[in-house]
């Protein structure tokens, strides 16, 4: 049973960086829980935010916007998070591995399946209960732009789809 579905779908931003003979495998987002580190600094700001605001800290109107504002200011860092994990991909390919990032910097790290001489995927307790895992690639030469991949939900399945790609059933 596969749990990652092959939609051949990628998305226009993805969709670019493709050649003409490479079949789209599959294209995702990192997991979710990419996100934790900002949730917990939001979460957490909001929470010394409200604090601050019943000491004598804030005693004066103009003390009491500074700290809501730097609140904001770290609202809107997570904003900013948000929408640069919902337009970065991992791209498997025919041919390649893709890693899509950034909002207004676009980069593109790739590795041809050819080049991939060891691949592993990791998991941490966490990573295990929240269902990611990161992948870590080597190839002969020189360092890779895309030797290690985290956050990668389905790691199994998408760890057999990629081996599965390297090494083709030859009957």
């Given at each position: 049973?596969?749990?990652?579905?092959?939609?051949?779908?990628?998305?226009?931003?993805?969709?670019?960086?493709?050649?003409?003979h490479e079949q789209?495998?599959?294209?995702?987002?990192?997991?979710?829980?990419?996100?934790?580190?900002?949730?917990?600094?939001?979460?957490?700001?909001?929470?010394?935010?409200?604090?601050?605001?019943?000491?004598?800290?804030?005693?004066?109107?103009?003390?009491?916007a500074v700290i809501?504002?730097?609140?904001?200011?770290?609202?809107?860092?997570?904003?900013?998070?948000?929408?640069?994990?919902?337009?970065?991909?991992?791209?498997?390919?025919?041919?390649?591995?893709?890693?899509?990032?950034?909002?207004?910097?676009?980069?593109?790290?790739?590795?041809?399946?050819?080049?991939?001489?060891?691949?592993?995927?990791?998991?941490?307790?966490?990573?295990?209960?929240?269902?990611?895992?990161?992948?870590?690639?080597?190839?002969?030469?020189?360092?890779?732009?895309?030797?290690?991949?985290?956050?990668?939900?389905?790691?199994?399945?998408?760890?057999?789809?990629?081996?599965?790609?390297?090494?083709?059933?030859?009957?």
């Amino acid at each position: 049973m596969k749990l990652v579905a092959s939609s051949n779908r990628a998305p226009a931003s993805v969709n670019r960086y493709l050649l003409p003979h490479e079949q789209d495998v599959v294209t995702i987002r990192r997991h979710p829980a990419v996100l934790m580190g900002p949730v917990a600094l939001v979460l957490g700001a909001l929470i010394v935010a409200g604090i601050l605001s019943n000491t004598a800290l804030a005693a004066t109107p103009a003390a009491l916007a500074v700290i809501w504002w730097v609140w904001l200011l770290v609202l809107v860092w997570f904003v900013w998070k948000v929408a640069e994990w919902s337009v970065d991909y991992f791209v498997i390919t025919s041919a390649r591995l893709l890693l899509t990032t950034g909002l207004i910097t676009r980069q593109v790290n790739m590795m041809p399946l050819g080049k991939v001489t060891d691949m592993r995927f990791e998991r941490t307790i966490l990573g295990r209960f929240l269902g990611y895992g990161t992948f870590v690639m080597e190839s002969a030469g020189q360092d890779q732009a895309l030797s290690r991949i985290n956050f990668v939900p389905y790691p199994e399945q998408l760890y057999l789809e990629v081996v599965g790609l390297i090494f083709p059933d030859k009957g």
